[in-house]
């Protein structure tokens, strides 16, 4: 790199420390190197001279100076430094689109986007194996929950990165999820606006209604029901809060099928075939892109909503009733 850039903090990397925020998006420039360039006043974030243990917040302007060429590293498809093979596999199967600016897997549930107390292995530290022929490492620019699967996309360049989180600011990105809901919502097609703030709790934060949290928004309708005992609904979010959408299913009174953090006992059904897990799934993102381009990307339901959909009489793996 070799000029300045400005970049603005993603969703993906909320509350992450200053340096740790470089050492992710800059693996190749050493912690000594960025300590001067703060020193220095190189590195600002909104206009200001900062510390390496700033906790960064979405939106903020990050000022990074020209850094010079980084060195030469791996850029086979095969190449993943510190990365298990199965893994490397694994992810590079799991690509839904790919062009020189913007990559999307499909993230399988269970396996969290970026790590944690306790969490060791997450997608954030396997992001080598999505390199393929790029000068730089992928980068998040949103998340999805540990247990939710579906379309995720990665910036593969800093300047990508900047854009992206420009468009997720603007609301440009028009997510659809599929939702596997015990109950049949009434209205069947509406929009829920609900202000959320977290409870801290013992089993961790979750999401509650609160008039003077954040504001939230989702559009739902349903696809499918199995009488009154389940629905296929789909999601549209158009705020991205914390368990937005598995907040909101619960406030309707049709928690997410298997959703025991939220639903409790009230989010399984008493039937064979369903799996005890978490029935919510990113299926679809479109985004505009400069020069009048649209990422339109589907991602297959995992197997474990597949099945339960089979049992439901859901055809989750045709698509929308609609489609055919």
């Not at 998340?143 to 995720?152: A, H, I, K, P």
């Not at 910036?155 to 109950?183: N, P, Q």
């Not at 009434?186 to 509650?208: F, N, Q």
């Not at 009048?292 to 909503?305: F, N, Q, T, Y």
Request: charged residues 25%; proline residues 7%.
């Amino acid at each position: 790199m070799s000029s300045v850039q400005t970049i603005a903090v993603a969703a993906a990397d909320a509350d992450l420390r200053l340096d740790r925020w470089f050492k992710r998006h800059f693996p190749d420039l050493t912690h000594g190197r960025l300590e001067k360039l703060l020193r220095t006043g190189q590195v600002r974030v909104d206009g200001r001279r900062a510390q390496a243990n700033l906790r960064l917040a979405p939106g903020q302007q990050i000022r990074v100076p020209p850094l010079g060429a980084a060195p030469e590293r791996p850029a086979s498809e095969g190449a993943a430094v510190g990365v298990a093979p199965d893994d490397v596999r694994n992810l590079q199967a799991s690509v839904l689109y790919r062009d020189a600016e913007v990559l999307a897997i499909n993230k399988p549930a269970g396996l969290a986007v970026q790590g944690g107390s306790g969490l060791s292995r997450h997608l954030d530290a396997m992001l080598d194996a999505l390199r393929f022929d790029a000068a730089e490492r992928p980068r998040l620019v949103h998340r999805l929950d540990r247990d939710t699967s579906g379309v995720l996309l990665l910036a593969r360049s800093a300047r990508a990165a900047a854009e992206l989180t420009e468009a997720f600011r603007r609301k440009d990105c028009r997510k659809t999820y599929w939702a596997i809901v015990v109950g049949v919502p009434k209205p069947e097609h509406g929009r829920i606006d609900m202000a959320l703030a977290k409870l801290p709790g013992r089993s961790g934060e979750r999401m509650v209604a609160d008039e003077e949290g954040k504001r939230a928004i989702t559009e739902y309708r349903v696809l499918d029901r199995a009488g009154r005992q389940a629905a296929w609904l789909e999601l549209m979010p158009l705020t991205g809060r914390t368990h937005q959408l598995r907040a909101h299913c619960e406030a309707l009174g049709t928690p997410i099928l298997g959703d025991g953090k939220y639903g409790a006992a009230a989010a399984f059904l008493p039937m064979p075939g369903l799996a005890r897990r978490l029935h919510l799934h990113a299926w679809r993102i479109r985004l505009p892109r400069p020069g009048g381009r649209l990422i339109d990307v589907v991602a297959p339901p995992p197997k474990h909503m597949v099945e339960s959909g089979r049992s439901l009489g859901f055809p989750l793996e045709r698509g929308r009733p609609e489609d055919g």
